[in-house]
């Protein structure tokens, strides 16, 4: 089956295509290094000849709300226009556990008008929301650090490694479409303060973890369940620790 994996380069998109491959199927990936812009709409009518099913685990450039919001409606429309000339029978999207739920926060917004262009679509689809990666914690502690401390909120958290995901949405992508989300998480939940309590010790970095109620994330502050999947959500089985080990 020919599968194309939109972001296809990047952290998960590279894992998808791998996996894919390993599984027999001829995995494309796309992106503008490929020389496929979804935001121009160069190189999709190409891409998507033959195509069963796309898989868009892209993102974009900028996380400012008006650029991300422009992005994924472009990128999105672009995509969906392609898959249906094409005769795609599967568009799978990754998001956002919580984006329903935090219109506030701008990048939400922006995964919740691109999940709203989906379902309209004629196109069966599947929309995995994931929590955070544990890839991403590094950069998650950089962007919390006010004068030298790192200030975490004191609300549930429940980060996800990154081949999990890939591995998740490769097995939706095969299957039947969901027409509907799937929520996936890690499987240990912590605080999210107590969380990089913990990893800072494990990387030696000598930064203050602050626990701070108004702490902000994308731009706004959260409750206690903004990051984490209702009950039901599909679990890793991949801990932090082991992450980190194998890392």
């Known amino acids: 089956m020919k599968i194309v ?3 296809g380069t990047g952290l998960i998109g590279s894992k998808l295509v791998t996996k894919l491959g390993e599984h027999g199927h001829e995995a494309v990936a796309a992106s503008p290094n490929t020389g496929v812009d979804t935001l121009t709409g160069k190189g999709l009518a190409e891409v998507m000849t033959g195509a ?3 898989i868009d685990v892209s993102n974009s450039p900028s996380f400012e709300d008006a650029a991300v919001l422009e992005f994924f409606e472009t990128s999105t429309r672009n995509l969906l226009a392609a898959e249906e000339a094409a005769g795609v029978k599967h568009h799978v999207a990754l998001s956002v556990v919580g984006t329903e739920r935090r219109p506030d926060i701008g990048y939400f917004r922006a995964k919740v008008a691109q999940e709203r262009l989906i379902k309209a679509s004629p196109i ?3 929309i995995v929301h994931a929590t955070q990666f544990f890839e991403f914690a590094h950069r998650i502690a950089d962007g919390a650090t006010v004068d030298g401390k790192v200030h975490m909120a004191p609300v549930r958290f429940r980060p996800i490694a990154g081949e999990e995901v890939a591995r998740i949405v490769g097995r939706v992508s095969v299957g039947e479409p969901l027409n ?3 929520e ?3 499987p240990e939940e912590s605080s999210m303060d107590g969380f990089f309590r913990t990893a800072l010790k494990a990387w030696n970095d000598p ?3 602050v626990t701070d109620p108004h702490a902000h994330y994308f731009g706004a502050e959260l409750t206690d369940d903004t990051l984490v999947p209702d009950d039901g959500a ?3 089985e991949i801990t932090y620790e082991r992450w980190l080990a194998a890392s």
């Open 234 to 236: 599909t679990l890793g």
């Open 180 to 182: 509907g989300p799937l």
């Open 52 to 54: 069963s099913v796309v």
């Open 184 to 186: 996936i998480a890690g």
């Open 124 to 126: 069966p689809f599947s």
């Open 5 to 7: 994996v939109i972001g």
């Open 207 to 209: 930064r203050e973890v």
